[in-house]
């Protein structure tokens, strides 16, 4: 049995494929090269999700406030780093704010602006781009100085195709319709680059898990057998902006994720430190399953600050 907020045993043991070549003995021996002989004494900065870690929906989890406290106390560096593209950083701001914390926008990574970012190094400002998300993801892709055609008129049986449309980029909506899907369609079929924000199947809400964009992707993925360039996380873009922005190194930086396939899985592939809470998605039985090793198992985040807590103190 894996055991709470200790190095996962079944990790030291067995090095699965998707550890990138690492495994938990790997992180041992970085905590003893360092001069570190406690779990989780090495990590100084942490990368949080945020749904299914932090809160579900508009329901915060329980002690947030003191969560980040402690991390200061701790001289603990993090940000926050979301697969969800509905919002951008000054809507997650608020929401913190809603909830007690107050957070500098510097902090939050979410998939909308980095997607936005990654695509405007390789397409000038003026590029045509026909987008399914809501609004935080139109609004990245518009301030980064591209030009979203979206423009439905759902009285139509069929989509009115704009010309020279080079990217459809595709994150979760909640209000996306069929002849949304179906002007995407027409667009990846004639040539334009399919971009997913994200690819997770579901997200947590209060009520269960529901779909997601990887859902939405599924379809587009199936009508028109092309799969998508998908830039969050599990992918190393998200991992390697959040690393940089904490000044951090992969020696001494943690994710901290309720989702296997893709914090966990993405953190193993890009040398960070790996810790799963059971407060969302994943559980205990999915590991064996997945065969996603997660270096920690913390049940939520408050159980999490008290290991930091008592690991920082030797």
């Known amino acids: 049995m894996i055991g709470d ?41 942490l990368v949080l999700d945020m749904d299914g870690v932090l809160w579900h929906g508009e329901t915060p989890m329980p002690g947030l406030p003191a969560f980040f406290d402690g991390l200061r106390r701790l001289a603990i560096g993090y940000v926050m780093a979301t697969n969800n593209a509905t919002k951008i950083t000054t809507q997650y701001v608020e929401r913190f704010a809603r909830f007690g914390v107050t957070m500098e926008p510097w902090r939050i990574l979410c998939s909308a602006e980095v997607t936005a970012l990654y695509l405007q190094r390789s397409y000038p400002a003026g590029t045509r781009v026909f987008v399914i998300g809501d609004s935080g993801l139109q609004s990245a892709m518009t301030a980064h100085g591209f030009v979203v055609v979206n423009q439905p008129d759902y009285s139509m049986r069929l989509p009115q195709l704009k010309p020279d449309v080079a990217l459809v980029v595709a994150g979760m909506s909640h209000t996306v319709r069929y002849l949304d899907f179906a002007e ?65 190194s992969v020696e001494n930086t943690a994710m901290v994720g309720d989702r296997l396939e893709t ?37 939520d985040i408050d159980e999490l600050l008290n290991q930091l807590k008592v690991a920082h103190a030797t």
């Open 263 to 299: 914090d966990i899985l993405g953190a193993n592939n890009a040398e960070l430190t790996s810790i799963l809470v059971l407060s969302g998605i994943a559980q205990r039985d999915d590991i064996a399953t997945s065969g996603i090793t997660p270096d920690y198992i913390v049940d």
């Open 184 to 248: 995407a369609v027409s667009y990846i079929n004639r040539g334009a680059t399919f971009i997913g924000t994200n690819g997770d199947i579901t997200f947590p809400t209060e009520i269960g898990p529901l779909p997601g964009a990887g859902s939405l992707l599924a379809l587009l993925t199936t009508a028109t057998g092309v799969t998508p360039t998908t830039i969050g996380k599990p992918g190393p873009i998200m991992f390697e902006e959040a690393v940089k922005r904490l000044g951090g």
């Open 5 to 45: 907020g200790q190095l996962c045993k079944r990790a030291i043991i067995t090095l699965p494929s998707t550890r990138s070549n690492r495994s938990a003995l790997h992180i041992a021996a970085t905590r003893l090269r360092l001069g570190y002989n406690y779990p989780m004494q090495h990590i100084r900065n």
